[in-house]
């Protein structure tokens, strides 16, 4: 699976939009971009996926440069509440023997001040 | 999203005893589940994936005889901590999913050996 880099942390105030870049400059043509946030002691949530094509639905919007070698996540609004590890996921299209797992970096830690 | 559900979310063990710790897709039928185990502060490691009916396929370093899974239904998976010990204590999260879909994740179970 390729691998992402991510910026270990970001500030953000409340209200405004926080923008989450993530470096996959090795992705694969059958592989997905996924964005999962983990809210400390809980499992990881799921945010939004894209293969090449923008997505939006009501937590997010993800942005998906041309080349695809970089994406970002948008929280249009965020809140105390978006404060989280987000994690960027390259993830195989499952199928065959690949079973699509999903392969953790250390995500960004953001913030949300007041 | 999807529901996953763990039981029990928190659990304190001796040293040496076993422990089994249950992950049930509420409102689908999962073909494929996951488990990941997370220590403080790092990110979480994918242990193990198992299909339904099959044997599980664990990742390279994680002993299959120590952590058993099983996967008996399209619903529930199990993973056994045999012979815990104190540095088997961590933060356990299952994830379930089907073919061609989003994964989802539980909301994790607290491992204490003593």
């Not at chain 1, 870049?21 to 939004?48: A, D, F, K, L």
């Not at chain 2, 185990?37 to 490691?45: A, I």
């Not at chain 2, 242990?47 to 044997?55: D, F, L, Q, V, W």
């Not at chain 2, 989003?102 to 607290?110: D, H, K, L, N, R």
Request: charged letters at 15%.
């Amino acid at each position: 699976d390729a691998k992402t880099t991510q910026p270990p942390s970001m500030d953000c105030a409340e209200g405004r939009a926080a923008n989450l870049p993530c470096n996959h400059s090795t992705i694969s043509g059958n592989e997905y971009v996924y964005w999962y946030r983990q809210i400390h002691s809980q499992g990881p949530q799921y945010i939004i996926h894209g293969l090449k094509n923008n997505e939006t639905n009501e937590m997010a919007s993800l942005i998906i440069t041309e080349d695809r070698k970089s994406s970002t996540l948008i929280l249009p609004h965020a809140t105390l509440r978006d404060t989280a590890v987000y994690y960027c996921i390259v993830r195989v299209d499952p199928g065959g023997t690949s079973y699509g797992k999903l392969t953790f970096g250390q995500g960004t830690i953001l913030t949300v001040h007041p | 999203g999807a529901v996953v559900s763990q039981h029990p979310s928190r659990v304190i063990c001796k040293s040496g005893t076993s422990v089994k710790i249950e992950c049930r897709s509420l409102d689908f039928q999962a073909t494929t589940m996951f488990w990941y185990r997370q220590f403080p502060k790092q990110s979480l490691m994918l242990m193990a994936t198992s299909n339904e009916g099959s044997k599980a396929t664990y990742e390279q370093g994680v002993e299959k005889d120590k952590f058993l899974i099983n996967h008996a239904s399209l619903t529930l998976s199990t993973l056994t901590v045999t012979s815990a010990h104190p540095e088997d204590s961590s933060f356990y999260i299952c994830s379930a999913g089907t073919v061609g879909n989003t994964i989802y994740f539980g909301e994790g179970s607290w491992l204490t050996v003593v």
